[in-house]
T-cell receptor, first 112, second 116 residues
Framework: LAKTTQPISMDSYEGQEVNITCSHN???????ITWYQQFPSQGPRFIIQ???TKVTNEVASLFIPADRKSSTLSLPRVSLSDTAVYYC?????????????FGPGTRLSVLP | DTGVSQDPRHKITKRGQNVTFRCDPI?????LYWYRQTLGQGPEFLTY????????KSRLLSDRFSAERPKGSFSTLEIQRTEQGDSAMYLC??????????????FGPGTRLTVT
């Protein structure tokens, strides 16, 4: 199984940029990197997915170095509503279940 | 609302009873996934379907767990002879696989099971 390592928790202040890094040293060639956000008592919500280099959407950016052994989720100008748990997943979408594992995630607390 | 729905949202049962949960995916989605989540942990993958075919079930927690998706639309997850350790949130998600490309999963609100 592709194993990921993330910080357990992070604190930030409103308006700041937050970067959460995920390590995935044994990432395989066909693996993609996906990030989800989860609020209490809700199912996770997709944030962003990438394979290499940089991906940007309306809510976040994902930076993936050339060796793909890590990735960084960047949240620009966070607000209190961004307080949530963020999960990094690594795996091959065509062989789901064999290697997609949610870790404990990073609990982000945004302070006023 | 056309998102993923799950029923019931909460279930309290006594140890040894059987329970069944239902998931209705987004209508055009061909993949459906089941997860279990306990407090403070990330979702734990259980099984998934592509249309009506169950493509992975080795991650089901024991032979007391089974899932079906008979017509490729809604799915049910059954737990037989429930144990207190089965108490958790059971999440369903769906996604679209199109021309070999996989899209993100959309999760339902979950069914919270309490076994007394």
């Amino acid at each position: 199984l592709a194993k990921t390592t993330q910080p357990i928790s992070m604190d930030s202040y409103e308006g700041q940029e937050v970067n959460i890094t995920c390590s995935h040293n044994n990432i395989a060639t066909n693996d993609y990197i996906t990030w989800y956000q989860q609020f209490p008592s809700q199912g996770p919500r997709f944030i962003i997915q990438g394979y290499k280099t940089k991906v940007t959407n309306e809510v976040a950016s994902l930076f993936i170095p050339a060796d793909r052994k890590s990735s960084t989720l960047s949240l620009p100008r966070v607000s209190l509503s961004d307080t949530a748990v963020y999960y990094c997943l690594v795996g091959d979408p065509d062989n789901y279940g064999q290697n997609f594992v949610f870790g404990p995630g990073t609990r982000l607390s945004v302070l006023p | 609302d056309t998102g993923v729905s799950q029923d019931p949202r909460h279930k309290i049962t006594k140890r040894g009873q059987n329970v069944t949960f239902r998931c209705d995916p987004i209508s055009e989605h061909n993949r459906l996934y089941w997860y279990r989540q306990t407090l403070g942990q990330g979702p734990e993958f259980l099984t998934y379907f592509q249309n009506e075919a169950q493509l992975e079930k080795s991650r089901l927690l024991s032979d007391r767990f089974s899932a079906e998706r008979p017509k490729g639309s809604f799915s049910t997850l059954e737990i037989q002879r429930t144990e207190q350790g089965d108490s958790a949130m059971y999440l369903c998600a769906s996604s679209l696989i199109l021309a070999g490309q996989s899209y993100e999963q959309y999760f339902g609100p979950g069914t919270r099971l309490t076994v007394t």
